[in-house]
């Protein structure tokens, strides 16, 4: 694991006290992450990219919503941890080109993508993840009408009066556009630097989105384009448990087997004679799939934590 520093600690602000409405300042297509509570709350990777991580409390549990933009990696975690709250910072440092976090606890720090512990007093933890999913904007409103979203922590109406006062975010500007869209992935090919990583497999590109799911020990990720094509739908044994990955209408989401087939039919789910939404695991009957927590991120991280080997690959 290469570990180096960056920034200084906390350079990049997190989010410790977020306020949540129901105006977002971005556009439809634009990507959220949700976590399922009363009511659901969104939180856009648009003001993601500026904080990297949310503490939280959903329905009264400590959660850390997190996000290294490099990685293309969100995931949700529990803060608790052996009956201890923990807040989280970004430090700075890269492991691998993933975020490293901090606990203000201890300082000790983690690999977000892994939710382990990598240094420090609390070295091995590991943090449990919290089912979650990411869908757009326009998704999140249409599926949870009172559904609330993560606001602005700073915003330029509200521009610092003093120099006691953090300096005011734009989140008007968008600055992994270029990186996303690029064929180069890490720090390097981000900041267009000498030194960019290399890929040496063509099955899989290295900023394919995957979801990758860990049970009993065992780590397999799911690459977005191998369950579009297994028609949609992959069922698999994760460290003995049956889940059912489902990819459709540009998201990808991991329930528990129920335990019938479904199968994608003209970009609709369909299953134990009803329709079920992939987004919210719901059935037209008034039954719903049971989410499993994954990570959402690119395949090089993946590998990067779990090696070449944890991909579900359709024959050729």
Not at 151 to 164: G, I, L, M
Request: proline residues 7%; charged residues 30%.
């Amino acid at each position: 694991m290469n570990i180096r520093s960056v920034l200084p600690p906390d350079a990049i602000p997190s989010i410790d006290e977020p306020r949540f409405g129901h105006e977002y300042l971005g556009e439809g297509d634009e990507d959220v992450i949700v976590v399922e509570s009363s009511p659901p709350r969104a939180y856009p990777v648009r003001i993601l990219n500026f904080h990297e991580i949310v503490n939280d409390e959903v329905n009264g549990e400590p959660v850390a919503i997190t996000w290294c933009p490099l990685c293309g990696s969100g995931v949700v975690y529990e803060r608790q941890l052996d009956g201890r709250v923990l807040t989280f910072g970004v430090s700075g440092k890269l492991a691998d080109d993933d975020l490293v976090m901090y606990d203000r606890e201890t300082g000790s720090e983690w690999k977000q993508s892994l939710g382990e512990c990598i240094d420090g007093p609390l070295e091995g933890a590991v943090l449990e993840v919290r089912p979650a999913s990411m869908i757009t904007w326009d998704q999140f409103r249409d599926r949870y009408p009172a559904g609330i979203v993560l606001q602005p922590d700073y915003t330029d109406s509200e521009a610092a009066s003093d120099d006691d006062e953090p300096a005011p975010v734009d989140y008007s500007m968008e600055p992994y556009n270029a990186y996303f869209e690029s064929d180069g992935f890490g720090l390097a090919s981000h900041r267009g630097e000498d030194g960019a990583r290399t890929w040496d497999r063509e099955d899989i590109e290295p900023k394919t989105v995957v979801l990758g799911i860990s049970r009993g020990g065992e780590a397999i990720g799911f690459p977005q384009p191998q369950v579009e094509a297994s028609e949609g739908t992959v069922t698999a044994t994760v460290g003995g448990e049956r889940v059912v990955v489902i990819s459709v209408n540009g998201g990808i989401h991991a329930f528990e087997d129920p335990g019938f087939s479904l199968e994608v039919i003209d970009g609709e789910v369909q299953g134990d004679g009803t329709r079920w939404d992939p987004v919210t695991g719901a059935s037209v009957d008034d039954r719903r799939l049971k989410r499993i927590g994954g990570r959402r991120l690119f395949a090089f991280t993946w590998q990067d934590d779990h090696g070449p080997d944890a991909f579900f690959l359709t024959d050729e």
